[in-house]
């Protein structure tokens, strides 16, 4: 092929004249071909990467509609919040602060309502805070007359942008109030700053908190009313999901480990992964969840710290899966006789362990107390026993010195070297069953909290509807 173009390029026309000399003429369309031809291939690979990237796109929204639902819900939002700047009504209403509405709907609509709750109403504690005091901040200034007026808004700003920006570093607060103080820094810094030029400074404090309500107010209807998306039900399914994948992960790297048996799923087996990675997205979605009120079955005070001591607990279960993984993966391996003469007991252990696992799991899903979750937790008890007594009738066949290879096929004795792996991954199977009980502790933990909060609602909820009753009476 590299031949054959070179000949193309290469050809030339010859014209011969009367007098026997010849002219030379090269095609005049070598320069301009290959311009095209990488044009050409240019163009076909950005359509390439195009394509490619509309694929992506449309396989996630696929697999997650909920996102293509958010987006949808975003424009929605902002093409009514438009309103406000469109209709003249409302536009002499708030003045030109009417971009103070987009903005809002831009920076605190979230995917979830918890998540909007929380930007949402920090937002407007914040700014009307912020506003009251930095026309009080103002009144103060004016009064002490032009010399000292720049140095007492100074100073205010000084102050309290000051002692805002050090309550974002206590944990409590930035928990739950971290956005609110930043706003509350920018807000009360933007008005102080104002009122030192503007002379109507009470109608651009009301105009912003005005514009600010407005947003907020449709976020919250728009969140709430078209296909929510509640932080708690998701952290509910989270913590399920986790389950599931920890039992399987369990249950597959023990059986691969004595079975040696490649048709186990590596996704199920690199489930336990998702576990050790969780703990920021369940902070997040527990924190959110406070915000949400009563949904489904999940009441405004359902106990969403529990979640994050049930996420701590499989995590420790998760860390001891991992090192399981790297005694599979270890070029240290056992003995097959080994390996054979515990393979029963750690088998029975990892499968009991499995089972209980995926039963909190289902007592999670319908939050109640599972009725075999004890039977369960006793076979796993009675497996390690079993385990232990394996353990303790390796010493037969320990072997101290590891020289003479004959002596060991002799006497049937094993190198020391040789047991350490699969004492390794019994000692492991023996940690994981200590944490489950902790696991089945925090479940539990969990159901009676959710019980006593849902009688607590009820109560509450009880002299209510009599009181309606009477009066139908």
Known sequence: MASGKELCEGVEWRIRVVDGSSEVLVPPTGLARKV????????????????????????????????VIHCIKVGLA?????????????????GGNAMWAIMTVVVV????VGATLYKCLNRVCATCLAGFLAVGVHWIASQSGDR??????????????????????????KSMFDYGAMIFILTFSIVAISGYRVDKLFDLAHQRISTIIIGTSLCILVIMLVCPIWSGQELHSL????????????????????????????????????????????????????????????????????????????RSCAY??????????????????IKKHLSTSCLKVSSSSSSAIKELAESVKKMNKSPTIDLLVEEMNSALEELHNDLKSLSHLLNPSTTAENQISA???????????VVTL???????????????????????ESEMKDKIVAKEEKPEGTMKALQRV
């Not at 000292?148 to 607060?173: D, Q, W």
């Not at 001891?320 to 006789?337: F, G, K, T, V």
């Not at 006497?411 to 792996?421: A, K, N």
Request: charged residues 20%; proline residues 4%.
């Open 36 to 67: 095209w031809l990488r044009t050409k291939g240019l163009i076909s690979g950005l359509g390439m990467k195009v394509r490619m990237f509309l694929k992506q796109a449309w396989d996630m929204g696929a697999n997650d509609p909920r996102k």
């Open 78 to 94: 902002l093409t009514i919040v438009s309103l406000v700047y469109f209709m003249r009504p409302l536009y002499d209403g708030v």
């Open 109 to 112: 609509f979230e995917p979830t």
């Open 148 to 173: 000292f007026e720049p140095f007492v808004v100074g100073a205010s700003i000084f102050i309290l942008a000051s002692i805002a920006t050090f309550s974002r570093f206590i944990p409590s607060v």
């Open 239 to 314: 913590t399920v999901r986790n389950m599931d994948k920890l039992s399987d992960s369990l249950d597959g790297c023990v059986r691969l480990y004595f079975t040696n048996s490649n048709g186990e799923d590596d996704q199920k087996l690199q489930g336990y992964k998702c576990v050790l990675s969780s703990k920021a997205s369940e902070e997040s979605m527990a924190n959110f969840a406070r915000w949400e009120p009563s949904h489904g079955r999940f009441n405004f005070r359902h106990p969403w710290k529990q979640y994050l001591k049930i996420g701590a607990s499989m």
């Open 320 to 337: 001891c899966i991992e090192a399981l993984n790297s005694c599979i993966n270890s070029e240290n391996q056992a003995a097959e006789s």
């Open 411 to 421: 006497t049937g004795l094993v190198p020391f070297m040789e047991i350490i792996p």
């Open 426 to 448: 019994a000692s492991i199977l023996i940690e994981i069953s200590v944490r489950i009980e902790a696991l089945v502790g925090s479940v539990e933990e969990l159901v009676k």
